[in-house]
């Protein structure tokens, strides 16, 4: 019986060792070529297969039952039921539970007041550019009229400037 089979299956020197029956393995250019005096040989290598995709799935099944005992919270994975419910019960992951819970309460206030603050400051921009803008019309109304507040802003601000020059933060040599 002769038949095809691909060259990734005998890729390893284990593979061939595991086939003892075969009279003959040659090798050509993309598939190896089997003679074999009975079809024990490859009824053998389909078990190992089948073996291989059954091993392949209770892998994967206790991958699964595995991240029952996967704490998302502290981030750590446990193998028995009895070591999770210890963690569970454990001071570091209440900690990390009510500390989380304390930053959400803390976050949605912080955040109105942000808001809040962001809003008040929007509404200031906008009554000294209303103000900025009555002024500039009363000027153009009154030609006549010397722009005296901002020589009072000019000499505010060289004031502030002067008591900036003032104050020193940290140590002198």
């Given at each position: 019986?002769?038949?095809?089979?691909?060259?990734?299956?005998?890729?390893?020197?284990?593979?061939?060792?595991?086939l003892r029956g075969l009279k003959?393995?040659?090798?050509?250019?993309?598939?190896?070529?089997?003679?074999?005096?009975?079809?024990?040989?490859?009824?053998?290598?389909?078990?190992?297969?089948?073996?291989?995709?059954?091993?392949?799935?209770?892998?994967?099944?206790?991958?699964?039952?595995?991240?029952?005992?996967?704490?998302?919270?502290?981030?750590?994975?446990?193998?028995?039921?009895?070591?999770?419910?210890?963690?569970?019960?454990?001071?570091?992951?209440?900690?990390?539970?009510?500390?989380?819970?304390?930053?959400e309460m803390h976050g949605s206030?912080?955040?109105?007041?942000?808001?809040?603050?962001?809003?008040?400051?929007?509404?200031?921009?906008?009554?000294?550019?209303?103000?900025?803008?009555?002024?500039?019309?009363?000027?153009?109304?009154?030609?006549?009229?010397?722009?005296?507040?901002?020589?009072?802003?000019?000499?505010?601000?060289?004031?502030?400037?002067?008591?900036?020059?003032?104050?020193?933060?940290?140590?002198?040599?």
């Amino acid at each position: 019986m002769i038949s095809l089979l691909p060259r990734r299956i005998f890729s390893e020197r284990n593979w061939i060792s595991m086939l003892r029956g075969l009279k003959k393995i040659s090798r050509s250019e993309s598939f190896y070529y089997l003679v074999a005096t009975s079809t024990a040989p490859f009824v053998h290598l389909m078990k190992i297969q089948v073996i291989a995709g059954l091993e392949q799935k209770i892998q994967n099944e206790v991958k699964e039952i595995c991240k029952v005992f996967f704490c998302e919270l502290c981030n750590k994975q446990y193998k028995l039921a009895m070591e999770f419910e210890v963690h569970l019960s454990s001071y570091d992951c209440n900690h990390r539970k009510r500390f989380k819970e304390m930053k959400e309460m803390h976050g949605s206030t912080s955040r109105d007041e942000c808001q809040k603050r962001e809003q008040q400051r929007l509404d200031r921009e906008m009554a000294k550019i209303t103000d900025a803008h009555k002024q500039k019309q009363q000027q153009q109304d009154d030609p006549g009229s010397a722009p005296a507040p901002t020589v009072t802003t000019a000499a505010t601000a060289l004031a502030d400037q002067e008591q900036r020059k003032a104050l020193k933060f940290g140590f002198s040599s």
